[in-house]
């Protein structure tokens, strides 16, 4: 008997092993897709977000009136369908039925209405405000000169919404996909009494994924599980996304194909061996780096010395390092940009800068006007990766020979090369144009006075009525005027591009339906799946 026992175990034993040996492939609805981020967020208040790891996550967690589909097209959102008036100065959207928050209580046209004004509002202090200033009134609200009450959006029941727009803006419903423009409950934003986004159970989320209970362990982790509670045309694949924060992923490669993460940028250095290892790789040429000088500077304020500095250059020397993610460009606005559905520059064509044969003469008459009678001490501020240390060294050898004169550079790491750019904190810098948006506009409205990243320090009324004009008109028609702000920044020797850089991300080789999409380029997950193979 106890021989017969025995064996009766055995027998059990070996079948569950082959079992396990031999068990169905996780199916895509079970699986988690493993990512990082750089740094915690702040906040996924998507309001006031605005830091690239925050926007990942509200990607994921919010649903706007629209989303992006895989080939960058808008799709329906948590409105099912919208009629655009002929004039395209008004959008009425129409939502979806059953949508609800991720705790299962109703979402309707207010909330969207109360996310918008709440990113309008002077007192939450959006650093994404500008943005919506296409909305009727907005700007004048967001600068206090308006009652919220005046903003042209408007819910007239519960599933349907009206934007009035104060020009036309071809780029509209795509902002209607970015962060500020995400729907907030009021009531529970009012119930978390100045925590709301800072932590798991202080945020009520309307995307296909949400941050579980004791999900967002700061510094440390943000799980995000998949919502039952989202009711759109598709249903998201994986079962969820657990993001690590801050981990040291230096080699992304190795990262990806040890299984740590599925997915994350890579460098252009890379670009060879992920692809060597199967990776899919998706990049994106939306960023323009060029020379940029600091117009309210008491020396690079003249443009005779700037005209003199820049026609001295010879492009194909100091572009002598160039890496391979960068492709050398004369033009400002990037060639992705659009207008109209149609690329900007079959409408425009190049704006390139002519140099001047009389260049020391520029230089001359500048430092007359200066009244100085030797050349100013001047730094040139820039990233400190290796490629920018040789564009810099080799732009610093020509002004040395041409002025007699050393000038310094100050090599600083990105993070601290955007804050000194904002702070308005340099004499010339080698300064990153990263455009949010698809249209030219996107690019031109970085150098308005008012901008909070304006690489140039630049206020100028003419160059503010140019971008004001052209918002009133974002077609082929404006396409001139377009070209009249581009060549008013080139002719008057403000910015001086010198590359488009490359940004790739590189997924798994079993991992399929990750999105990145361009002009901020955050990873979606709705359709993220990867096959496994059998043990």
């Not at 995400?182 to 100045?194: I, L, R, V, W, Y």
């Given at each position: 008997m106890a021989k017969k026992l025995i064996s009766i175990i055995m027998i059990s034993l070996i079948v569950m092993l082959s079992c396990a040996c031999s068990h169905e492939p996780e199916s895509p609805e079970d699986q988690l897709i493993y990512y990082n981020i750089s740094s915690e967020p702040f906040t996924l208040d998507p309001q006031i977000a605005n830091d690239a790891g925050a926007r990942l996550v509200i990607l994921n967690i919010f649903e706007g009136l629209v989303r992006q589909d895989a080939e960058n097209n808008i799709t329906p959102g948590a409105a099912e369908s919208w009629d655009i008036s002929g004039d395209r100065m008004m959008y009425t959207f129409h939502l979806r039925d059953g949508l609800q928050w991720n705790d299962g209580t109703a979402l309707s046209a207010d909330d969207f209405l109360y996310g918008l004004k709440r990113t309008l509002q002077p007192e939450t202090g959006s650093p994404t405000a500008g943005t919506l200033y296409c909305i009727k009134n907005a700007e004048k609200i967001n600068k206090g000169e308006l009652d919220i009450s005046a903003l042209g959006v408007f819910a007239t029941d519960n599933k349907t919404l009206i934007i009035q727009l104060e020009y036309p803006e071809s780029d509209f419903l795509q902002l209607m996909t970015t962060p500020p423009a995400?729907?907030?409950?009021?009531?529970?934003?009012?119930?978390?009494?100045?925590?709301?986004?800072?932590?798991?159970d202080k945020l009520l989320t309307n995307g296909a994924f949400y941050v579980r209970e004791s999900g967002w362990a700061h510094d440390e982790y943000l799980y995000l599980r998949k919502n039952t509670a989202y009711v759109g045309k598709d249903k998201p694949v994986p079962a969820g996304v657990n993001i690590t924060i801050g981990k040291d992923q230096a080699d992304i490669?190795?990262?990806?194909?040890?299984?740590?993460?599925?997915?994350?940028?890579?460098s252009a250095a890379d670009k060879d061996r992920a692809d060597s290892l199967g990776f899919h790789l998706t990049g994106f040429g939306d960023t323009v780096w060029g020379i940029s000088f600091n117009m309210k500077n008491d020396i690079t304020k003249n443009k005779n010395f700037r005209l003199g500095l820049l026609s001295s250059l010879d492009r194909?020397?100091?572009?002598?390092?160039?890496?391979?993610?960068?492709?050398?460009?004369?033009?400002?606005?990037?060639?992705?940009?659009?207008?109209?559905?149609?690329?900007?520059?079959?409408?425009?064509?190049?704006?390139?800068?002519?140099?001047?044969?009389?260049?020391?003469?520029?230089?001359?008459?500048?430092?007359?006007?200066?009244?100085?009678?030797?050349?100013?001490?001047?730094?040139?501020?820039?990233?400190?990766?290796?490629?920018?240390?040789?564009?810099?060294?080799?732009?610093?050898?020509?002004?040395?020979?041409?002025?007699?004169?050393?000038?310094?550079?100050?090599?600083?790491?990105?993070?601290?090369?955007?804050?000194r750019i904002s702070d308005q904190n340099f004499d010339i810098v080698i300064a990153p144009l990263t455009i949010e948006g698809s249209t030219p506009l996107s690019t031109l409205e970085l150098f308005e006075s008012e901008s909070k990243y304006n690489a140039a320090a630049l206020s100028s009324q003419e160059y503010d009525s140019l971008t004001e004009s052209i918002k009133h008109s974002l077609t082929e028609s404006s396409g001139e005027n377009i070209r009249k702000a581009e060549q008013y920044l080139i002719d008057n020797a403000v910015f001086y591009p010198l590359y488009t850089e490359n940004r790739y991300y590189a997924s798994a080789g079993n991992v399929e339906g990750i999105l990145f999409h361009p002009f901020g380029a955050e990873a979606d997950f709705f359709y993220a799946a990867k096959t496994v193979e059998d043990s």
């Open positions: 995400m729907p907030c409950s009021k009531q529970f934003f009012e119930k978390t009494a100045g925590q709301y986004g800072r932590d798991d490669c190795s990262a990806i194909s040890s299984g740590i993460v599925d997915c994350g940028a890579i194909n020397k100091i572009l002598g390092g160039l890496s391979e993610s960068c492709q050398p460009t004369e033009n400002i606005i990037p060639d992705s940009a659009e207008l109209d559905g149609k690329t900007y520059r079959t409408i425009a064509g190049n704006v390139n800068f002519t140099p001047s044969d009389n260049y020391r003469q520029l230089l001359d008459k500048g430092l007359k006007e200066l009244k100085l009678t030797a050349f100013p001490d001047i730094t040139i501020l820039c990233a400190d990766d290796e490629g920018t240390q040789i564009i810099v060294n080799n732009m610093i050898q020509t002004w040395n020979e041409l002025t007699g004169s050393y000038i310094n550079k100050k090599p600083v790491p990105l993070s601290d090369l955007k804050d």
